[in-house]
């Protein structure tokens, strides 16, 4: 399947490939295009939107606060419940993604991580770079998240 977002990803739109790939769609292809050519993008390719307003998978209010796309996945796929690992992952996401004063996540990792996705973001413009080059961090990341979980 394709998937289609905003182009110059940075946490959430290049943790939630990384989790596409995963967990939910092995085969997905990420096709990245100014903002306002997402939704149209999509409608013509037959492809998923996410994390822009008005697309697939986006950002969502809970009683808690407002959710990042990634956690949006986890959720409406059911992860979040059957993997408490990528739930952790999910938490430090939303930490890093910003917007502290919305978000129902502050995990002291996701300082870290948005320092570390922040400087990816500054070596390179490309896309798919990005995910290249990041997504040892997020299996990192959760391997670190499944030790936790089981008290290691």
Avoid at 21 to 42: G, H, M, N, S, Y
Avoid at 67 to 77: D, K, P
């Amino acid at each position: 399947m394709k998937w289609v977002t905003r182009e110059h990803g940075n946490i959430d739109r290049i943790a939630g490939p990384w989790l596409i790939k995963r967990f939910i769609d092995p085969q997905a292809q990420f096709i990245f295009v100014p903002r306002e050519q997402v939704l149209e993008t999509a409608k013509a390719l037959g492809a998923t939107s996410f994390d822009t307003e008005g697309a697939d998978f986006s950002r969502e209010q809970l009683p808690e606060g407002e959710t990042c796309t990634f956690v949006t996945l986890l959720m409406r796929h059911g992860l979040w419940e059957k993997d408490p690992a990528l739930a952790v992952v999910g938490k430090i996401v939303c930490a890093a993604n910003g917007h502290p004063e919305r978000s129902p996540y502050h995990e002291a990792e996701g300082e870290g991580l948005s320092a570390i996705a922040h400087g990816f973001a500054l070596l390179t413009q490309d896309d798919h770079r990005k995910i290249a080059w990041e997504t040892p961090i997020y299996d990192a990341l959760y391997e670190w998240a499944k030790a936790e979980v089981k008290g290691v």
